[in-house]
């Protein structure tokens, strides 16, 4: 029987979301099915509700920053039993049987990820995913993640994309006690990056384009704070990159160890795009330059763990769904260093 939803959509590029009553398709045996409790808004979730990224299907019901309670299961569903809380971030499904799905790499499945809005469901109904900003959602529960029962569920809900966004980079690079790692841009992202990379124990440095956020970074922990790039003279394991503007990538070059990293998950806008020469990079001694995109199932699941353990939390901004349109308002005139998130509670 399919399942009755109750979302938020957006019809058109204006991106002014009203309620929508839609269908899920039936619950499978390997499925679960979740109450949402609570649902973050992501700056991806405005990209797309505009059409900025010019793939858009309207309408549109954004969300993969999820927080629910298991209300139903399919017969086949071993992990998860009813009144369990479940996330689900960026991804509900993938081929689970090329390299990539085999090494918990869902995210670059050579087949193609199922995102968990926007996007066709082609392993499953063919239908064009319907996320978060909605009552309820169903799961793969291959992709769910389990939360405890006695996690902060109000706070959580945007770890499942800022979160391991910053966090898997951080794990790749390998970093570890007393590493000299920095993050440029001290935004949402760059605040978990700065927090994950000091749980891990290295000493974190900040580096932005001012001093305003100079007293929270030391208050924090920062090591150093850094307002422009051009005048730092010491060099990094690594820099976690997470400035969604232009820059100029030999700045970044210059201050990094013989062999270390840079890792990229700040994303500029197409036409101000970062770009680097070869006769730049072939003298730049072992360095490497990533890019980064969220994390596999088996890493994200690693990251709640370490999360809950390191009490790292985003700053949260509960608001109701009918406070979207708002909510999409302030984050593009001010910007903000806190994620709304909708509390479906009320
Ligand atoms: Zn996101
Ligand atoms: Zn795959």
Redesign the pocket.
């Known amino acids: 029987m399919s399942i009755l939803t109750n979302g938020w959509a957006a019809y058109d590029e204006k991106a002014i979301f009203k309620p929508i009553k839609f269908k899920r398709s039936a619950l499978k045996d390997n499925e679960i099915l979740l109450k949402t409790l609570y649902s973050g808004i992501?700056?991806?979730?405005i990209h797309q509700a505009k059409n900025e990224w010019g793939r858009t299907v309207y309408p549109i019901i954004p969300g993969?920053?999820i927080v629910g309670e298991v209300i139903e299961i399919g017969k086949n569903v071993k992990d998860f039993k009813i009144g369990d809380y479940a996330g689900i971030g960026?991804m509900i499904n993938s081929c689970k049987t090329c390299n990539a799905c085999l090494e918990s790499k869902e995210q670059f499945c050579e087949n193609g990820v199922v995102w968990t809005y926007n996007s066709c469901n082609h392993y499953d109904d063919n239908e064009i995913t319907k996320g978060g900003y909605s009552d309820k959602i169903k799961v793969r529960e291959d992709f769910a993640i389990k939360i405890p029962q006695n996690a902060p569920l109000n706070l959580i809900a945007p770890l499942f994309?800022?979160g391991i966004t910053t966090y898997s980079p951080l794990k790749f690079s390998n970093i570890k006690n007393n590493d000299n790692v920095a993050i440029a841009g001290f935004g949402g992202l760059g605040i978990m990056g700065f927090k994950y990379a000091k749980a891990m124990g290295a000493n974190v440095s900040i580096i932005a384009r001012n001093n305003k956020k100079k007293d929270i970074a030391l208050k924090l922990g920062a090591n150093e704070y850094f307002d422009d790039v051009k005048k730092i003279n010491k060099k990094f394991d690594m820099i976690l990159i997470t400035i969604p503007a232009k820059y100029d990538i030999n700045d970044y070059l210059k201050i990094l160890k013989y062999g270390g990293e840079i890792a990229i998950v700040g994303l500029p806008p197409i036409n101000e795009d970062v770009s680097i020469k070869v006769n730049q990079l072939m003298p730049m001694a072992h360095k490497k330059i990533y890019g980064s995109l969220i994390g596999g199932i088996k890493e994200t699941k690693e990251m709640l763990d370490f999360s809950l353990k390191h009490k790292i939390y985003p700053e949260v901004k509960l608001i109701k769904a009918n406070e979207i349109n708002q909510a999409y308002d302030e984050l593009l005139n001010s910007g903000s260093d806190f994620r709304y998130v909708i509390d479906f509670n009320e």
Request: proline share 0%.
């Open positions: 992501c700056h991806s979730d993969h920053e960026c994309c800022a």
